[in-house]
C-alpha cells in the first residue's frame, strides 16, 4: 500500500503548480484525504483536506488553492494558483485507508515546491 505523490517543482510567483497523489495497494477503503506541507525550520502543516463532499483548508491557501478527488476516490489533487514565495515547502500527502481491518494514517514520500520571488 503506498501513496504516490507527484507535480512539485520550480515556479515564479504567481504562477501555478497542481499536484497529485494516487493510492495504490489492497486498499479496502479511503476516509479522508489531504495535502500537508513542511517547510525548512517549521513544523508540517496541514494545507487541505477533502472527505466526501467537505473540504479544510488552511487560511494561508483559501482562495488560491483547491483540492479535488478523482472519481474513484484514490486520487487526491491540490491546484494552486497565485503562489507566492512562503509556499515553499515540500508537500505530502495523507490518506486515511481501510487496509485489512485497520484504519491507518499513510503518508506521500513528499515533493518539493519552490516558488522564487
Known amino acids: 500500500v503506498q501513496l504516490q505523490a507527484s507535480g512539485g517543482g520550480l515556479v515564479q510567483a504567481g504562477g501555478s503548480l497542481r499536484l497529485s497523489c494516487a493510492a495504490s495497494?489492497?486498499?479496502?477503503?479511503?476516509?479522508?484525504m489531504g495535502w500537508y506541507r513542511q517547510a525548512p525550520g517549521k513544523q508540517r502543516e496541514l494545507v487541505a483536506a477533502?472527505?466526501?463532499?467537505?473540504?479544510n483548508y488552511a487560511d494561508s491557501v483559501k482562495g488560491r488553492f483547491t483540492i479535488s478527488r478523482d472519481d474513484a476516490k484514490t486520487t487526491v489533487f491540490l491546484q494552486m494558483n497565485s503562489l507566492k514565495p512562503e509556499d515553499t515547502a515540500v508537500y505530502y500527502c495523507?490518506?486515511?485507508?481501510?487496509?485489512?481491518?485497520?484504519?491507518?494514517?499513510?503518508w506521500g514520500q513528499g515533493t518539493l515546491v519552490t516558488v522564487s520571488s
Open positions: 495523507n490518506a486515511l485507508m481501510l487496509v485489512g481491518v485497520r484504519m491507518d494514517d499513510y
Open positions: 495497494g489492497r486498499i479496502y477503503g479511503i476516509n479522508s
Open positions: 477533502i472527505n466526501g463532499d467537505s473540504t
